[in-house]
């Protein structure tokens, strides 16, 4: 990088938020081509259920732990040497994958790497991309901010999911499955490639003069707090994943795979529409109003559609929830970035990211049990209702700290 891309510039900040939401924008692209690819392209290689129920485990903790330690190293290494090397792990990843068929070896790829069954955001660029972007953004627009980082990648994952039907029609056109499959990790990894190329065009960040020792300083109460309510959301979040929505359409009304498949490219679209909405909100009643008294209707929602007695009303409920549920993901990551210190912003990421993932593990287990009972209705409302807890309990800690642009 040249001394001409570290000047600072009137166009600097622009630039470098550019950089970071396209480097999103590919690499949500290539998780949610992945998420879908990975199990299909494990059966093809001759591996169980068992096993493949294995290396995704693998995949979930692999990603946890290493956000987790992107979080610390982030408040006292260069972001974008970090960035790039995030990117360069990608590359690293697709490329094992579409070379390597061992199951032991398979597991430590899926361990080490960045491949992600979940298509979620528990990934080692989020906590690095929202310090940067927090970093070139005055705090009224910061939400604006993340609201069109957050609506990039929803729409790059819907996008990509929808490729993950491309080895299908190469094994039409004669390409052998296996190989078509292969394919789609080096695309995987070709994408790492385009996002460490947007890295590199961004400025050396190193961290704060000021930068305590520890990860965590003076906000570590609130970081710690708000770690806890969102693994509660997390945990009422994992009674009603998608693909037990999916299997609960299938099961309760019969819906069929495409018909499923067009509709939940159409909630994820709802989602990503609902960011700007949900930027203007917060504007007029504060972030954490917005998360709360978005998030209320939204599960009210969930358990209608739960106690619906015709397809055509439960869908309907399903994409109004859809519209409504995700709006506090941009106001959450603004807020969150709002009230720690700048050198802390990289762990309070990945704090407060890690935990919803590893909690969300748990409940998909008891919606299948209650699911081969033909109780149908108890996890949707059981998610709903934890959810609304976890938003009064979120309104009564934080309704009085506020972000700066509020007080």
Same mark, same amino acid.
């Given at each position: ?11 600097? !900040? ?6 970071v ?15 879908i ?9 001759g %591996? +169980?259920?068992?096993e493949?129920?294995?290396?995704a485990?693998?995949?979930l ?10 979080g610390f ?11 790039l ?14 070379? *390597? %068929? ?9 361990f ?5 069954p ?7 660029f989020?906590?690095?991309? %929202?310090?940067?972007?927090t ?10 901010l ?9 729409m790059a ?7 993950a ?6 094994a ?6 296996? *190989? ?6 080096i695309v995987?990894?070709g ?6 190329a947007?890295?590199?065009?961004i400025?050396?960040?190193? !961290? ?17 707090k708000?770690?806890?309510?969102? +693994?509660?959301?997390?945990f009422s979040g994992?009674?009603? *994943?998608?693909s ?10 019969d ?20 960011? !700007? ?6 504007r ?7 998360? *709360?008294?978005? %998030? ?19 869908l ?14 941009p ?7 709002a009230?720690?210190s ?7 990421? +990945? ?17 299948g ?11 949707l ?17 934080f309704?009085r700290?506020?972000p700066?642009?509020?007080?």
């Open positions: 990088m040249g001394g001409t891309v570290r000047e600072a510039t009137p166009q600097s !900040p622009a630039r470098v938020n550019a950089c939401i396209s480097a999103r924008a590919a690499r949500d692209f290539g998780d949610g081509l992945v998420a690819l990975l199990p299909v392209y494990l059966t093809a290689l %591996h +169980s259920p068992a493949i129920g294995l290396i485990t693998a995949a903790l692999g990603s946890s732990l290493l956000t987790i330690a992107i190293a982030g408040s006292r290494q260069d972001h974008r040497r970090l960035l090397a995030a990117a360069g792990l990608m590359v690293a990843t697709g490329i094992a994958f579409a070379s *390597v %068929h061992d199951f032991a070896i398979l597991m430590v790829i899926a080490a790497g960045t491949a992600n979940s298509a979620g955001n528990v990934s080692i989020v906590p690095l991309e %929202h310090a940067v972007l970093r070139q953004v005055a705090d009224r627009d910061r939400t604006k993340f609201a069109r980082y957050s609506f990039v990648g929803a994952a819907a996008v990509g999911s929808l490729a039907a491309g080895p299908d029609y190469l039409r056109a004669g390409l052998d499955q296996l *190989v078509a499959l292969k394919a789609m990790f995987y990894a994408l790492g490639v385009v996002g460490a947007l890295y590199a065009r400025p050396r960040l190193p !961290p704060a003069k000021d930068a305590p020792r520890a990860a965590l300083g003076p906000s570590r109460r609130i970081v710690y708000l770690t806890a309510l969102f +693994s509660l959301d997390a994992g009674f009603v *994943v998608p037990l929505m999916a299997l609960w359409l299938f099961e309760r009304f819906l069929s795979l495409s018909t499923a498949a067009v509709f939940f490219f159409w909630t994820s679209v709802a989602s990503a529409f609902s960011f !700007p909405v949900a930027v203007w909100i917060s007029r009643i504060g972030l954490v109003n917005t998360m *709360v008294f978005t %998030h209320i209707p939204a599960s009210l929602c969930l358990v209608a559609a739960a106690l619906s007695p015709s397809l055509e009303l439960a309907g409920l399903l994409l109004a929830r859809a519209f409504l549920n995700q709006m506090d993901v106001t959450r990551s603004s807020y969150v970035m009230v720690v700048e050198p802390e912003r990289p762990a309070a990421a +990945s704090f407060t990211s890690v935990p919803r993932g590893l909690a969300s593990a748990g409940p998909p287990a008891i919606t049990a209650f699911f081969a009972a033909a109780l149908y209705a108890w996890p409302v059981i998610g709903a209702g934890l959810k609304i807890t976890y938003d009064l309990l979120l309104l009564a800690m309704r700290t506020k700066p642009e509020e007080q």
